[in-house]
């Protein structure tokens, strides 16, 4: 009997009207580097690679979180009716006071907040929008 195999995950990918800033705001919230040759262009030359695909790395070798170009994006109404999340990121912070720390630095970022539970006593967490429209949540995750 052969042996089963899987897949590996390589990337997820978000759509976005403008990946160019989408992509900054995901490398800036979590710290990510470019992939080699997706950097930004020096300033006022065109920026080729931002027309179409964008990666983010967390490591050399590693893929993250990639970015493809549409002509529009519905944006997520979630969590109330209309447009459903259809996925989401989930971030995690080991404290409450990181939880603080990081929700200031998703909103000087452009993140907007679509819930804050980070009151709770069991799950604290927030549940924000990137400046796409994406859901992602930052939650307190002690181990």
Do not use: K, N
Request: glycine content about 6%; overall charge negative; proline content about 8%.
């Amino acid at each position: 009997m052969p042996s089963l195999t899987f897949p590996s995950l390589h990337q997820f990918v978000l759509d976005s009207t403008d990946i160019r800033s989408l992509a900054e705001f995901y490398r800036q919230l979590l710290g990510y580097s470019y992939r080699p040759g997706d950097e930004p262009p020096p300033q006022g030359t065109d920026d080729e690679r931002g027309r179409d695909w964008l990666v983010l790395v967390e490591a050399p070798g590693t893929v993250a979180l990639a970015f493809q170009q549409v002509p529009r994006l519905p944006a997520s109404t979630w969590p109330e009716d209309g447009v459903a999340q259809q996925a989401h990121l989930d971030l995690v912070v080991s404290t409450r006071e990181e939880l603080e720390v990081q929700h200031a630095r998703a909103l000087e970022l452009g993140a907007r907040v679509l819930s804050d539970r980070s009151d709770d006593a069991t799950e604290a967490l927030r549940v924000y929008a990137d400046p796409a429209g994406h859901p992602f949540c930052i939650f307190v995750h002690e181990d």
